[in-house]
């Protein structure tokens, strides 16, 4: 059974200028979940989704980013604009339902120059 | 105060030793429990999920104390190959990390 898929796995941008993640979760995972992790630390939740409903946001800076998961399948998470402290590994994970393991996939390194 | 707090290490064992990580939590009413461990430059993988029983997966202990709200894992009989940085995750309604225990054990 294939895994957790994102892409790209590297971005390089300017600051300023857009950028936009992919995900696609494990056949079946309702939930599906972005985390942000910097160097040395944890993953934080950015937004977790039952289906294609964001159940919980409360951690997604929405002035520059938005997300979306369309037909609750595949998910989009947009910065625009990035800012230099963007940097950082934008990681999806998903779970069969929420509270349940979680699955994580690659992860998208994004550089802000 | 975090709402998941590790000690980051990092720790430095010889091959064949016990070691044991310890994580706490301040959420009374958290669900459920995990440990992860994360390769350098890699995704999170689960590593056990952590019962209310205790539960045990080869070398591996995982155990829950809720009413001093901690969880731990043992590692027996450390392999070169458990070199990684461990992740407690708790779910309180929403899933929480820690900053992860960086482990090396040496030859």
């Known amino acids: 059974e294939a895994g957790v898929v994102q892409s790209p796995r590297y971005k390089i941008i300017e600051k300023k200028q857009p950028v936009a993640f992919w995900c696609n979760p494990i056949?079946?995972?309702?939930?599906l979940y972005w985390y942000l992790q910097n160097l040395g630390q944890g993953p934080e939740l950015l937004i977790r989704y039952e289906n294609e409903e964001a159940v919980d946001d409360s951690q997604l800076p929405k002035d520059r980013f938005s997300a979306e998961r369309l037909k609750g399948v595949d998910s989009t998470l947009k910065i625009q604009p990035a800012e230099l402290g963007d940097s950082a590994v934008y990681l999806c994970?998903?779970?069969?339902?929420?509270?349940?393991?979680?699955?994580f996939g690659p992860g998208t390194r994004l550089t802000v120059t | 105060r975090k709402e998941v707090e590790q000690d980051p290490g990092p720790f430095n064992v010889p091959e064949g030793a016990t070691v044991a990580f310890n994580c706490t939590y301040s959420?009374?009413?958290?669900?459920?429990f995990f440990w992860y461990r994360q390769d350098c430059r890699k995704e999170p993988k689960l590593l056990m999920s952590v019962y209310s029983s205790g539960n045990e997966d080869g070398r591996f202990t995982a155990q829950l104390n809720r009413a001093s709200q901690y969880i731990s894992l043992l590692i027996r009989d450390s392999k070169l190959s458990d070199s990684a940085t461990y992740l407690c995750?708790?779910?309180?309604?929403?899933?929480?990390f820690g900053a992860g225990t960086r482990l090396t054990v040496k030859p």
């Open positions: 995750v708790v779910n309180s309604g929403d899933m929480r």
């Open positions: 959420n009374s009413a958290s669900q459920s």
């Open positions: 994970a998903s779970s069969l339902v929420e509270g349940r393991e979680q699955y």
């Open positions: 056949s079946g995972h309702n939930t």
